[in-house]
């Protein structure tokens, strides 16, 4: 999940930056605890986590108990796990704090990053979904001190995805040496990542939102 989601970067002064992950990592972790302890290991169906430009889904093959609605979970409500013993152990190695509290944990942590957690029924599944607001912040870059040049191959990333060096140099029309010093420092800051290395090496972007 980590791999394929975007992360931004907050300018706090204390310290200087602190990387926010698109989705919380604390609604994320009780949705698939959820969908481990609940899901019906009968079903040949598996987990899914589904990323889409605008939202994150687990999937988890199962239904609902016939005395539990969708509205229940949005407040406090009783459990009753097809799995009581895996969920003992999970409660045991201190990964479920209480049971029937999951859904609103996951509720809470996505009301902290301004998100919205929903949850559903699909063909047999039972759905969370994660939603990021319709809006998007602005890309800035002013605190971070960035040169023109830097400024310009993050631009171009967002579009094209990776760079090696040589793409630096003929983008910015700069030498090996400052190429070589202007990845080294965005490296450092947190917004590159590199693939390989030496000349074919590959680099790209390690946030695409800056807050």
Same mark, same amino acid.
């Given at each position: ?9 907050? !300018?706090? $002064? ?24 609940? @899901? ?5 169906? %598996? ?16 239904? +609902?108990? =016939?005395?539990?609605? !969708? ?5 406090? *409500? ?9 969920? #003992?152990? +999970?409660?045991?190695? @201190?990964?479920?704090? #209480?049971? $029937?509290? $999951? ?25 969370? %979904? ?11 870059? =002013? ?16 579009? *094209?995805? @990776? ?8 983008? %910015?029309?700069?030498? =090996? ?35």
């Amino acid at each position: 999940m980590r791999r394929n989601t975007r992360q931004a970067i907050r !300018i706090t $002064g204390k310290p200087e930056r602190e990387i926010v992950p698109e989705y919380p990592d604390e609604a994320v972790r009780e949705a698939l605890i959820n969908a481990l302890c609940h @899901r019906d290991y009968a079903s040949v169906g %598996t987990v899914q986590v589904r990323i889409y430009d605008n939202r994150l889904e687990v999937w988890n093959p199962g239904r +609902l108990p =016939p005395d539990l609605t !969708i509205e229940a979970l949005y407040r406090q *409500h009783a459990s009753h796990p097809p799995n009581p013993r895996l969920v #003992h152990a +999970l409660y045991r190695a @201190r990964l479920i704090e #209480h049971w $029937g509290t $999951g859904t609103l944990r996951i509720i809470q942590a996505c009301q902290k990053h301004n998100l919205k957690a929903a949850f559903s029924v699909e063909a047999g599944f039972f759905v969370v %979904t994660l939603n990021r607001p319709p809006e998007t912040r602005a890309v800035s870059y =002013p605190d971070l001190r960035l040169n023109d040049r830097q400024k310009k191959a993050l631009a171009y990333l967002k579009d *094209h995805l @990776r760079m090696t060096r040589q793409d630096y140099e003929r983008l %910015t029309q700069s030498s =090996p040496a400052t190429a070589k010093r202007d990845i080294r420092a965005l490296k450092k800051l947190s917004l590159l990542l590199q693939r390989g290395r030496g000349p074919s090496a590959i680099y790209e972007m390690a946030t695409n939102d800056l807050i």
